[in-house]
């Protein structure tokens, strides 16, 4: 059987490895404790402009959207029960932050100026009989059928998407 160490031993042997691990433990400098500042951030959120403006403006799109869905409008309204506000404050939200993004990345839609030389040359090119023939040459030609063949057949998928057909309108059999 193994001798027991003195009690003191024992004692010095905790001391020091709590001593140790409270050496590496991470230390808290702050003032406040986190609770503190959530509760500071909800006040203070409540208590700003752009919430409050945020806040009406949701309810003037909420006023519009129900006046244009009409009764549809309204069964959503109530399926949507008390789920509604978080809904429309989230839609705000990210139309606040995509005009952030808007004006940050320093996006715009193209000016008229930027369309006047694309569609210059490319009238010009289509009118001018060289450019057809390199075109048929190069092979620059078939490029330019099969974006037209993209271009119909995203057009045509939009056609049959519209009618909920794939071909011709749907006509009562009484007709």
């Known amino acids: 059987m ?10 010095n042997a905790v001391t020091r490895r709590s001593h140790r691990s409270s050496r590496h433990a991470p230390r808290r400098w702050n003032s ?5 500042n959530a509760e500071k ?3 203070t959120l409540a208590n700003s402009d752009t919430f409050v403006t945020v806040q009406k403006q949701v309810e003037q ?19 949507l029960g008390g789920y509604k506000e978080p809904v429309l ?3 705000a939200v990210a139309r606040e932050v995509a005009k952030l993004i808007y004006r940050k990345e320093s ?23 060289s450019y057809w023939t390199n075109a048929l040459a ?5 490029k330019v059928g099969i974006y037209g063949l993209e271009a119909y057949g995203i057009f045509k998928i939009g056609e049959i998407v519209g009618r909920r057909h794939l071909v011709g309108y749907g006509v009562p059999p009484t007709h």
Do not use: I
């Open 107 to 129: 996006m715009s839609p193209p000016r008229l100026a930027d369309f006047m030389p694309t569609y210059r040359q490319l009238w010009s090119r289509a009118s001018s009989r």
């Open 2 to 11: 193994r001798p027991v160490p003195p009690l003191a031993t024992l004692r």
């Open 89 to 91: 404050y989230n839609l």
């Open 32 to 36: 406040s404790s986190p609770k503190d």
């Open 61 to 79: 799109y909420w006023q519009v959207a129900k006046k244009a869905l009409g009764p549809t409008g309204e069964k959503a309204v109530q399926l």
């Open 41 to 43: 951030a909800k006040e």
């Open 138 to 142: 190069s092979g620059e030609l078939m």
